[in-house]
Antibody
Framework: QLQLQESGPGLVKPSETLSLTCTVS??????????WGWIRQPPGKGLEWIGS???????FYNPSLMSRVTISVDTSKNQFSLKLSSVTAADTAVYYC??????????WGQGTLVTVSS | EIVLTQSPGTLSLSPGERATLSCRAS???????LAWYQQKPGQAPRLLIY???SRATGIPDRFSGSGSGTDFTLTISRLEPEDFAVYYC?????????FGQGTKVEIK
């Protein structure tokens, strides 16, 4: 059974960079069939797609966040990562990592809350 | 980007009743690339429907999806206690992928 697990700091200061890692177990990240992505959800609000990556390193980002987002992949560790720079309180959210299978998000991590506060 | 508007915001129903949730897109969703997710408090969303009408693996047949173009519907034929949750639609045919704001199905 595929599992995804987010990890990283739960508290980030304003103007700093948010960094999260998603570890994939029960399956290989090195498959041309899947994209691996990040989605976030501010407390009590809806879902926002951040971006995605395939094992070769090709990425797709939401234009609204593109200037601040970097998603990378480490196939040797079966992990992919998110960096979001110059964060503000508006970036406070639960961040989910997920797998896209033929464009559909079929597996999600449990999510991790990141709070932006000094 | 395609804006998805879900209605109603909240649906108050009793177990056993039928639930009809709407998702309207600001422009046509290509190839009916429309999905529905269920989310319960403190949990990640769970895929219910993809391609507008195909049920995901393990999803009971009381869940059904329909629609095309700009108008889509999720129907729960008879609500079970575990179905009370928030439901989101998502279009994945155009970049960026976008989600609706959600419909909460609550116990009346």
């Amino acid at each position: 059974q595929l599992q995804l697990q987010e990890s990283g700091p739960g508290l980030v200061k304003p103007s700093e960079t948010l960094s999260l890692t998603c570890t994939v177990s029960g399956g290989s990240i090195s498959s041309s069939s899947y994209y691996w992505g990040w989605i976030r959800q501010p407390p009590g609000k809806g879902l926002e797609w951040i971006g995605s990556i395939i094992y070769s390193g090709s990425t797709f980002y939401n234009p609204s966040l593109m200037s601040r987002v970097t998603i990378s992949v480490d196939t040797s560790k079966n992990q992919f990562s998110l960096k979001l720079s110059s964060v503000t309180a508006a970036d406070t959210a639960v961040y989910y990592c997920a797998r896209k299978n033929t464009m559909i998000v079929d597996y999600w991590g449990q999510g991790t809350l990141v709070t932006v506060s000094s | 980007e395609i804006v998805l508007t879900q209605s109603p915001g909240t649906l108050s129903l009793s177990p056993g009743e039928r639930a009809t949730l709407s998702c309207r897109a600001s422009q046509s969703v290509s190839s009916s690339y429309l999905a529905w997710y269920q989310q319960k408090p403190g949990q990640a969303p769970r895929l219910l429907i993809y391609g507008a009408s195909s049920r995901a693996t393990g999803i009971p047949d009381r869940f059904s999806g329909s629609g095309s173009g700009t108008d889509f519907t999720l129907t729960i034929s008879r609500l079970e206690p575990e179905d009370f949750a928030v439901y989101y639609c998502q279009q994945y045919g155009s970049s960026p992928e976008t989600f609706g704001q959600g419909t909460k199905v609550e116990i009346k």
